[in-house]
C-alpha cells in the first residue's frame, strides 16, 4: 500500500481531497518499532503524528500515583498523537509497540506548515477534528453514567 492510500483509509484525512492526500503523502516518512519500543511517552512534546501500517502498540497513561494503566490497544489504520500536534501540548500518554509494528509519522512542523500553506486542507480536517472530539467526550460521558449505576 502506498503512503497515499493509507493516509487516505485513515478516519481524519479519508475525506480530503486527493491532491491535500498527496502533499502529505509527500512529507510522510515510515519508521518501524521492535515489540516494547516506544512510540511516544506521556509528557513529551508531540513532534508528530503516527499512521499505523502494521502491528499493534499499547496505549498507556500513567495515574496520579505513578503506576501504568493500560487504555487502549491500537492497530492498522489508527491514528495516534493528532492532538499534541493540533496544540502544541505534552503527550497525553505513552505509546508502545506489542509487536513489530510500522507507522507513517507526520512530523508536526511539516504538517504544520502543510496546513499553513494550504489553509482549505485545515478547513477540511476541522469538522473531522471537532467530530472526533465530540465522540470522545460523549464516551467519557458515558463512562461517568455508567461509574455512576
Known amino acids: 500500500m502506498d503512503k497515499e492510500?493509507?493516509?487516505?483509509?485513515?478516519g481524519l484525512f479519508e475525506g480530503l481531497n486527493?491532491?491535500?492526500?498527496?502533499?502529505?503523502?509527500?512529507?510522510?516518512?515510515?519508521?518501524?518499532?521492535?515489540?516494547?519500543?516506544?512510540?511516544?511517552?506521556?509528557?513529551?512534546s508531540g513532534i508528530g503524528l503516527f499512521i499505523l501500517l502494521s502491528g499493534k502498540v499499547r496505549v498507556e497513561k500513567a495515574d496520579a500515583?505513578?503506576?501504568?494503566?493500560?487504555?487502549a490497544?491500537?492497530?492498522p489504520g489508527d491514528i495516534l498523537g493528532e492532538m499534541a500536534v493540533f496544540d502544541g501540548s505534552p503527550r497525553s500518554a505513552s505509546v508502545a509497540a506489542?509487536?513489530?509494528t510500522a507507522c507513517l509519522v507526520l512530523a508536526s512542523?511539516?504538517?504544520n506548515a502543510f496546513l499553513k500553506a494550504h489553509?482549505?486542507?485545515a478547513l477540511e480536517l476541522l469538522p473531522i477534528v471537532v467530530k472526533r472530539f465530540r465522540e470522545t467526550n460523549d464516551a467519557l460521558i458515558?463512562?461517568?453514567a455508567m461509574r455512576n449505576c
Open 5 to 10: 492510500q493509507a493516509l487516505a483509509k485513515v
Open 18 to 44: 486527493p491532491k491535500f492526500l498527496k502533499g502529505l503523502a509527500s512529507i510522510a516518512t515510515e519508521r518501524s518499532f521492535k515489540a516494547g519500543e516506544y512510540l511516544m511517552r506521556q509528557g513529551e
Open 65 to 71: 500515583s505513578g503506576r501504568s494503566v493500560e487504555l
Open 73 to 75: 490497544e491500537n492497530g
Open 98 to 100: 506489542s509487536e513489530e
Open 109 to 111: 512542523w511539516e504538517f
Open 119 to 121: 489553509p482549505e486542507a
Open 142 to 144: 458515558n463512562l461517568g
